[in-house]
């Protein structure tokens, strides 16, 4: 059974606390004893000076019978300074007093007295026949304070480590209690605050939760890449460090920003993180490493404040594949369906002119629809490589029969290579939204609806024309019409085409020019160059 974040830190502050105190404790205790190891030297020291100049004790120590002199006034000394110990010594170590009278007579055993025999004056701490003691040692001089004749030790017994641990436990167990109430009460109030913040969860779920999002996020088929709200990396999963570094090894910092990493969405960033506005980026195509990816860049707000951005990268060769397939089959439908109602309509025409016997006339119906299509199904075999853009223009030109418009496909045209960079999906894109577009620039009663389109591209450059004689666009919408959302037809999920359709030619380096005028029609060119010779055709 795992413990819980409250009993965790309930135990963690019991420990530390007590820990500290104790501590604590011990340094306080050893730092009284110092100090009262001090205090007592100081004091011991200014004792022996005054005996040392005692004239009793100075002019009879040394002589024989001096300690009968000596001693008494030692110990009225010792008594009235409430010290433990004063003796007093000759040249050669002997003692003239002592508190201990069996003593007297014998040689000091000590040990740290040699320097005192040298005029020396000093305080040490030693163990001598009464204990651990502070003692002074002071030079006893002549009356002339010439020649030195002997020295004056006065000691004080020093507390022992464990007398003073006795003497402060009282205060030291307080101060525990104390130190223990408020780690626990601090240690509580801080786990509570803590999974406030966690919405509750405890730190193994925090851990499995965050496991859980790092597999999902490394396990999507997309690029995915996380930044603060200074624009900072903070997460990429596996397929976006392919993309951005073309090596899935290489670490991630929080060094590493997003306009470092996507150079081209570096104003969009800026406006973002500076929070001038509301910023989101939809399928943009980017070219990384010579590679093209639709990247998208959401916002992201928590309680209404800027929180950083997301971001998602999309291989485009895999979503034109799968563009592709889409768009093929819907390009099919409607090439059937458009097909499917002209071929009605013809029969039942052909059905008419029978029942009317007027067969001759039915026949050339039958010879003038079948010529032509093949005709045409022929000229796009030989002028178009690939099959699923021939598709397209045959559903055009269908589509534009039901609609009463005349679709000319220009007989010079022709599409013998696809321009490196280019898939099929793109010209499919380019060629299905402009022709729909201009379809869509006559009103269905309209009369003299004409709709030229031109094509031409190899392995150096790429041109297509589309050109209609319709309503046209004024110019205060001229400049919007590549915007991403916005159209004149004022319908929803409208104002998408052309904005791909410029994203498609500007990302392979090619241009896109508008000509138009109001009630006289619009065309709209395109034009990609692999070379630096510009010869490619023109459009008659």
């Not at 670490?251 to 990493?261: C, F, K, S, V």
């Not at 029969?347 to 009317?356: K, M, N, R, V, Y």
């Not at 916005?486 to 000509?515: C, D, H, M, N, P």
Request: glycine share 8%; with cysteine.
């Amino acid at each position: 059974m795992r413990m819980s974040l409250r009993t965790k830190m309930l135990i963690m502050s019991f420990l530390v606390v007590s820990g500290s105190i104790f501590t604590s404790g011990l340094i306080m205790v050893y730092s009284i004893s110092d100090a009262f190891e001090k205090e007592l030297g100081e004091r011991a020291t200014a004792i022996a000076r005054t005996v040392a100049q005692m004239p009793s004790i100075r002019n009879n120590v040394g002589k024989p019978g001096g300690e009968t002199i000596i001693q008494p006034f030692a110990e009225r000394t010792r008594l009235a300074t409430d010290v433990d110990y004063i003796v007093i010594i000759d040249m050669h170590r002997i003692r003239y007093s002592h508190p201990s009278e069996s003593l007297i007579g014998k040689e000091f055993v000590g040990g740290d007295e040699k320097a005192s025999l040298s005029e020396h004056e000093y305080v040490s701490k030693a163990k001598g026949t009464l204990g651990n003691s502070v003692r002074a040692f002071v030079p006893i001089m002549d009356e002339e304070g010439v020649v030195q004749v002997g020295v004056a030790v006065v000691g004080i017994l020093t507390p022992t480590f464990q007398s003073l641990l006795a003497q402060y436990q009282n205060d030291l167990f307080l101060s525990l209690i104390w130190g223990l109430m408020i780690g626990l009460f601090g240690s509580l109030f801080l786990a509570n605050n803590i999974k406030k913040q966690t919405f509750n969860l405890e730190p193994y779920e925090i851990a499995r939760l965050v496991e859980e999002r790092s597999a999902v996020m490394q396990a999507m088929d997309m690029g995915i890449i996380a930044a603060d709200e200074n624009g900072k990396i903070t997460f990429m999963n596996r397929l976006a460090k392919e993309y951005m570094f073309n090596d899935s090894k290489k670490e991630i910092t929080r060094d590493n920003g997003l306009a470092e990493l996507l150079p081209n969405l570096n104003d969009s960033i800026s406006k973002a993180l500076n929070n001038t506005q509301s910023l989101q980026i939809v399928n943009r195509s980017m070219n990384i490493f010579n590679k093209i990816y639709l990247v998208s860049l959401y916002p992201i707000s928590v309680k209404g404040r800027p929180a950083g951005s997301f971001i998602t990268m999309v291989d485009k060769t895999e979503a034109n594949l799968l563009a592709e397939e889409l768009t093929g089959v819907k390009t099919l439908v409607d090439a059937l369906r458009a097909q499917n109602h002209e071929y009605m309509n013809k029969l039942h025409s052909i059905a008419g002119l029978i029942q009317l016997e007027r067969t001759e006339e039915a026949l050339n119906i039958i010879i003038d629809e079948t010529t032509d299509e093949e005709d045409m199904i022929q000229f796009l075999k030989d002028s178009i490589s690939d099959y699923s853009i021939s598709g397209l223009l045959l559903g055009k030109r269908a589509r534009a029969r039901e609609l009463g418009i005349h679709f000319h496909f220009d007989r010079q045209s022709y599409l013998h290579h696809l321009l490196d960079g280019f898939s099929p999906g793109d010209i499919i894109t380019i060629l299905g939204n402009l022709i729909e577009n201009a379809f869509e620039a006559y009103s269905p009663k309209g009369k003299n609806k004409i709709v030229e389109c031109f094509l031409q591209g190899d392995v150096s450059h790429l041109m297509i024309i589309v050109r209609d004689k319709g309503k046209g666009i004024g110019p205060e919408d001229r400049n919007n019409i590549f915007t991403y959302g916005f159209s004149t037809k004022a319908k929803e999920g409208r104002g998408i085409g052309l904005a791909l359709v410029k994203q498609i030619v500007e990302t392979q380096g090619g241009k896109v020019e508008i000509v138009s005028e109001i009630n006289k029609g619009t065309e709209i060119t395109i034009e990609v160059e692999r070379r630096g010779e510009n010869d490619k055709s023109l459009y008659s």
